[in-house]
């Protein structure tokens, strides 16, 4: 796929789908989660062109940095021209009230490729930095916030690395902040995190003892186009091991797997549970687009198929048939029947 021409002029653009295709993928991921806004983080942020890994940790002291804005390209705030690697540092407080509370950290739009960090911790990355370069300067950043990383009524540390190519560079537009679901979502199981991921198909990737140790990781929800993967169409397989320590209650469980661009295939220890889309025999017989990848993923799963207290598999089988592919929007985890239903009826009270 080709990229989008910004506001500088400094992508071009060759076909109109390309347009279309990425215009839909700006509003995807605008809308891909039903959040409200917490605390804004436009403003001041400490920042430093360079990189050096020490900036990334809480107590580095950048109380010499510059300061400049943001939401704002860093070319017009004194760094006109220079192109290549910066950090922006922010230190925030998390009232103890959102304890519980899915939140999520919206950077906006960065120039062109960036990780975020919290107290250390890496959350999210968009992109690939050098020597396997590729930009995601269109695509929005919404991060989970792992709550085991979060230092209640205390300093925080936001850090984000960025690499800009040319032109404008940094985190340059956007509603900058603290977010957090408007519909509160108990998951037994949090599956926000980072999975095992590989192109390609292999029927055995399914099985609970499959190797997938060579694997690379990848964070989910987030499409596979921002994430070092541009321009692939085709199969891959996510896995991810867990361990489950919920309730030994009747009550059934269900895995939320968001949205997937296009086809899915969902295996729980080797045993498919379900399925979004039909998978074709053959390449040649791929669907030409269709209406699964906008569709939400809630599979209840067989009794006794989790094991409590032991270690499981979930593998996800995807197929992308052009544009952006796989699991890209959330919620992503394993709840009750209860609250799966509990959920979903007051995003509908609530309009969404």
Known sequence: MSTLLNT????????SVTISLLALSAQVSANAYDLSLLQSLKGSWSFSIGINDEWIAPKFDDSKWETI???????????????GYAFYRKKISIPSIYKGRMLYLNMGYIDDVDEVYLNGQKIGSTGDFPPHYS????????????????NFDGSNLIAV???????????????????????????????????KFKTGDDPKRK?????DSGWDEIFVPSSWEDQGYRDYDGYAWYRKSFVYQGSDAA??????LGKIDDIDQLYINGTLVGSTGKFPSRSSDWPNGGPE???????YVPEGLIQKGKVNVIAVRVLDTGGNGGIYEGPVGIITQSGYIEYWRNRKNNGN
């Open 161 to 195: 690395k960025v690499y800009d190519s040319y032109g404008e560079g940094g985190i340059v537009s956007g509603e900058i902040g603290l977010y957090g679901e408007k519909n509160p979502i108990k998951l037994e199981v949090n599956l926000q995190t980072t999975w």
């Open 251 to 256: 009550d059934k469980l269900v895995v939320l």
């Open 207 to 211: 099985d609970i003892e499959f190797d």
């Open 69 to 83: 804005k943001v939401p704002s390209d860093w070319e017009g705030q004194g760094f006109n021209g220079y192109n």
């Open 8 to 15: 500088t002029g400094k992508r071009a653009l060759f076909v």
């Open 135 to 150: 930009t995601a300067y269109n695509a929005e950043r919404i991060y989970y916030l792992p709550e085991k990383y979060i």
């Open 293 to 299: 990848w906008n569709a939400s993923r809630g599979y």
